[in-house]
């Protein structure tokens, strides 16, 4: 899935860590002509030292990296953009001090690839998440199933004002979710 500041971060931070890059297009690759992802993962793997994969399929990112001998990187899937969010949070830290203090609010589409990331990264850098949507565009049920589990300080409204209410950090994305009309 092409995208213009994925590829030129992630092939600048590798040139600048000395490494190279290879970008391959769908088009390019063999799956294109009906290989099996299983086999193009064994080939990659067998040539490169790490993969970064940007698609539209969080199912196909998983099977491509069972099939992996070296580290694959989630560029962006339908469910999740992990990338992204790191960056973010980077971004907040350097701005706004340590996560541990703030409260984060989404505001959008509950039930996308950077809401369900940034729910994730609630629970590992333990900040407070709030979701500002409308009902039917909640955070997935099998999101908020881990979110309970692990004890994320996550709170959903669809009250704009209660949303925004004590926000230290908004944060949006486009308004129409990838894949969706």
């Known amino acids: 899935k092409p995208s ?7 092939e600048v931070a590798m040139n600048k860590l000395g490494g190279n890059t290879i970008f391959l297009s769908s088009s390019e690759l063999q799956m ?3 290989e099996p992802i299983a086999d193009t993962s064994k080939v990659l793997s067998s040539m490169v030292d790490v993969v970064v994969i940007r698609n539209d399929s ?3 990112l998983k099977l491509f990296s069972e099939n992996s001998s070296v580290p694959v990187i989630n560029g962006l899937t ?3 953009h992990p990338c992204q969010v790191m960056a ?3 971004t907040i830290e350097e701005n706004k001090g340590s996560l541990s203090n703030q409260n984060i609010l989404w505001i959008g589409d509950g039930n996308n690839n950077m809401s369900n990331s940034l729910i994730e990264a609630a629970g590992k850098f333990n900040f407070k998440l ?3 949507c409308p009902k039917k565009y909640s ?3 099998s999101i908020l199933k881990l979110a309970k589990k692990e004890r994320i300080k996550l709170t959903i409204t669809s009250k704009p004002l209660d ?4 926000a230290d950090c908004v944060m949006t994305d486009k308004w129409i979710s990838m894949n969706d009309k």
């Open 139 to 141: 955070p997935n049920k």
């Open 163 to 166: 949303a925004v209410a004590g």
């Open 78 to 80: 339908d469910q999740s």
């Open 58 to 60: 969080h199912e196909e």
């Open 88 to 90: 973010d949070i980077l």
């Open 32 to 34: 294109s002509r009906g």
């Open 4 to 10: 213009t500041r994925t590829r030129v971060s992630f």
């Open 130 to 132: 709030k979701i500002g």
